[in-house]
């Protein structure tokens, strides 16, 4: 059974970039899709892309194309998920979930969560 | 991108009612819809997945049902531990999309 530990809570300045990650234990890492999503205060849940690090494929939301990269170090089982140009809007909770590589797939487990505040 | 529309966006019930949530896609999803609960301050939990398929750990009260476009999530009597938030989700297409959610209240 897989299980997703995140990186810690986040502070930056707008404009900023953050880099989160996602290190996954207790399975074979390569074997499955790893997607990230997101829910700023009040909001609901925004999917924003995925990596399968087997095929080294990755999909994005198109709102987040050229703002967002999802990277994976097979060696460490970690994927990290960057977000560039950061603006007050994304200040929120960012999930990692198992899941997201291909058609009538589901996101199961999550990561426990990292806080992303956007500041000046 | 498929849009993802679930209603009611609250709803207020007691312990014991039964309780159904719906979900409509823009397009057909086939049976490509998964359910989710999110409480304040968790990790979102699967409850549904492929429309009406419960993952282990689930509890039999809740179920789920629908195919093409409209899709529901039912809880036979609820319990004070569904009191949360609950999120639809397409997986037809690979640019996955949430419906807004349904947040259950107590009454």
């Known amino acids: 059974q897989v299980q997703l530990v995140q990186s810690g809570a986040e502070v930056k300045k707008p404009g900023s970039s953050v880099r989160v990650s996602c290190r996954a234990s207790g399975d074979s890492f390569s074997g499955f899709a790893l997607s990230w999503v997101r829910q700023a205060p009040g909001q609901g849940l925004e999917w924003m892309g995925g990596?399968?690090?087997?095929?080294?494929?990755?999909n994005y939301a198109q709102k987040f194309q050229g703002r967002v990269v999802i990277a994976a170090d097979e060696s460490t089982s970690t994927v990290y998920m960057e977000l560039r140009s950061l603006r007050s809007e994304d200040s929120a909770v960012y999930y990692c979930?198992?899941?997201?590589?291909?058609?009538?797939?589901?996101?199961?487990?999550w990561g426990q969560g990292t806080l992303v505040t956007v500041s000046s | 991108d498929i849009q993802m529309t679930q209603s009611p966006s609250s709803l207020s019930a007691s312990v014991g009612d039964r309780v159904t949530i719906t979900c409509r896609a823009s397009q057909s999803i086939d049976n490509y819809l998964n359910w989710y609960q999110k409480k304040s301050g968790k990790a979102p939990r699967l409850l549904i997945y492929?429309?009406?398929r419960l993952p282990g750990g689930v509890p039999s009260r809740f179920s789920g049902s629908g195919s093409g476009t409209d899709f529901t999530l039912t809880i036979s009597s609820l319990q004070p531990e569904d009191f949360a938030t609950y999120y639809c989700q397409q997986s037809y297409s690979t640019l996955y999309t949430f419906g807004l959610g349904t947040r259950l209240e107590i009454k």
């Open positions: 990596i399968t690090p087997i095929f080294e494929t990755r």
């Open positions: 492929a429309a009406s």
């Open positions: 979930a198992r899941g997201g590589g291909i058609g009538g797939d589901w996101f199961d487990p």
